[in-house]
């Protein structure tokens, strides 16, 4: 079986936008997206001793490869990063077709996601890119087994659990409560260095330029700005008694 799993290197720390592109800084320190450790902890635990195949892939800047790099200190297999000057300010429809077009050349079995990004927070990447590859697709699994041709999968929902099964190749996004991703060992991340780290262009993928970045994109961020100031609220300056204060104001309210 072959498993490839998305992972998203996202920028670490406080994060900026910047009012020039309106886009996300993405210029400083940048960390594997917490949520895809799931995923990536997910595939190696399918994988276990057997002979399954786990490719890492990404869509980023050259240092996207720090990290690929990461998962494959955990104990994924190969990485293959999607990086092309061409692709950057890519939306959720030309990143989906980049990430279609790349697993579409790995033909994997299995597709994990992670359940989110931590920067854009969209949760939505996994359908668009299952959808492309005409795919089924479940969300927040919390268990995930593969017994044959069929993932079976439970899935988390705000009133209890989903009981899933689904035909193989087939995508499944997990949730951040499905496992504890390991930390990677030293001896893993001296062997993260030798494992086979693929870069591929537009141009490898066969995909135009114009279908990537902003210009394969279909969304323009018109303009930011803060969140308008609550007409009702009231700040309680700490002197010694703002405990009190706030006791004070909630009682007022009848909310204690
Ligand atoms: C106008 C505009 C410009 C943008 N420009 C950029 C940009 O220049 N660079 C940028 O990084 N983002 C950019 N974004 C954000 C980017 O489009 C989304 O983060 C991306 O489409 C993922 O969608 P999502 O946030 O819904 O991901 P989610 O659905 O929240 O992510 C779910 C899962 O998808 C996987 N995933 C997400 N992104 C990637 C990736 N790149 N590679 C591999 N796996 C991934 C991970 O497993 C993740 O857990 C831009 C967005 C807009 C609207």
């Given at each position: 079986?072959?498993?490839?799993?998305?992972?998203?290197?996202?920028?670490?720390?406080?994060?900026?936008?910047?009012?020039?592109?309106?886009?996300?800084?993405?210029?400083?320190?940048?960390?594997?997206?917490?949520?895809?450790?799931?995923?990536?902890?997910?595939?190696?635990?399918?994988?276990?001793?057997?002979?399954?195949?786990?490719?890492?892939?990404?869509?980023?800047?050259?240092?996207?490869?720090?990290?690929?790099?990461?998962?494959?200190?955990?104990?994924?297999?190969?990485?293959?990063?999607?990086?092309?000057?061409?692709a950057?300010?890519?939306?959720?429809?030309?990143?989906?077709?980049?990430?279609a077009?790349?697993?579409?050349?790995?033909?994997?079995?299995?597709?994990?996601?992670?359940?989110?990004?931590?920067?854009a927070?969209?949760?939505?990447?996994?359908?668009?890119?299952?959808?492309?590859?005409?795919?089924?697709?479940?969300?927040?699994?919390?268990?995930?087994?593969?017994?044959?041709?069929?993932?079976?999968?439970?899935?988390q929902t705000?009133?209890?659990?989903?009981?899933?099964?689904?035909?193989?190749?087939?995508?499944?996004?997990?949730?951040?409560?499905?496992?504890?991703?390991?930390?990677?060992?030293?001896?893993?991340?001296?062997?993260?260095?030798?494992?086979?780290q693929?870069?591929?262009?537009?141009?490898?993928?066969?995909?135009?330029?114009?279908?990537?970045?902003?210009?394969?994109?279909?969304?323009?961020?018109?303009?930011?700005?803060?969140?308008?100031?609550?007409?009702?609220?009231?700040?309680?300056?700490?002197?010694?008694?703002?405990?009190?204060?706030?006791?004070?104001?909630?009682?007022?309210?009848?909310?204690?």
């Amino acid at each position: 079986m072959k498993i490839a799993v998305c992972v998203k290197h996202v920028p670490e720390g406080t994060s900026r936008i910047d009012p020039g592109t309106k886009r996300l800084d993405r210029a400083g320190e940048g960390a594997l997206n917490h949520f895809d450790a799931n995923a990536v902890e997910e595939a190696l635990r399918l994988k276990g001793d057997s002979d399954t195949e786990v490719v890492a892939v990404s869509l980023g800047p050259q240092k996207a490869l720090d990290s690929l790099r990461k998962a494959l200190a955990m104990g994924a297999d190969r990485a293959v990063l999607v990086s092309d000057d061409a692709a950057a300010g890519s939306d959720l429809v030309a990143t989906s077709r980049l990430l279609a077009a790349a697993l579409a050349k790995e033909e994997p079995d299995l597709v994990l996601f992670g359940q989110q990004a931590s920067d854009a927070d969209g949760a939505v990447l996994w359908a668009a890119v299952a959808e492309r590859l005409g795919r089924p697709v479940v969300s927040q699994a919390m268990e995930l087994s593969v017994d044959g041709g069929t993932v079976h999968v439970k899935r988390q929902t705000e009133h209890g659990y989903d009981t899933i099964e689904a035909p193989l190749p087939a995508v499944v996004a997990v949730s951040d409560a499905i496992n504890e991703p390991r930390y990677p060992s030293l001896k893993g991340i001296m062997g993260a260095k030798k494992k086979p780290q693929d870069v591929l262009s537009l141009a490898d993928l066969g995909v135009d330029a114009g279908d990537a970045g902003e210009a394969g994109s279909r969304t323009t961020v018109l303009a930011l700005g803060d969140p308008p100031a609550r007409a009702d609220s009231q700040k309680i300056e700490d002197d010694g008694n703002a405990a009190q204060a706030i006791v004070d104001f909630l009682a007022e309210k009848r909310l204690i």
